[in-house]
Nanobody
């Protein structure tokens, strides 16, 4: 199973960015997909996850009301980020959980700065 993130970049405070995550390989029963982030010198932090049914989604306290997670039928998940703040600067990682195993991507850098 391979997980690849894209869409990171430099954005000004208050701006928006959309991250994408594509999964490929032997995928037969996805439980959920999620986004995490890790800022320099900090531990990896939960951002959002979504059940593969798409019915349930959860968000970390620091992003509620500003970020939105969604998925399509082609094993892709998205993270729409709005009202970005400098403290959102981090490497964002996508993870896929299948049969209790988590598969991680390499991450995409998001920098919020003027």
């Amino acid at each position: 199973v391979q997980v690849v993130e894209s869409g990171g970049g430099l954005v000004q405070p208050g701006g928006s960015l959309r991250l994408s995550c594509a999964a490929s390989g032997i995928i037969f029963s996805i439980n959920s997909m999620a986004w995490y982030r890790q800022a320099p010198g900090k531990e990896r932090e939960f951002v959002a996850n979504i059940s593969w049914s798409g019915i349930t989604a959860f968000y970390g306290d620091g992003v509620k009301g500003r970020f939105s997670i969604s998925r399509d039928n082609a094993k892709r998940v998205y993270l729409q980020m709005s009202s970005l703040k400098p403290e959102d600067t981090a490497v964002y990682y996508c993870t896929l959980v299948q049969s209790g195993i988590a598969y991680w991507g390499q991450g995409t850098q998001v920098t919020v700065s003027s």
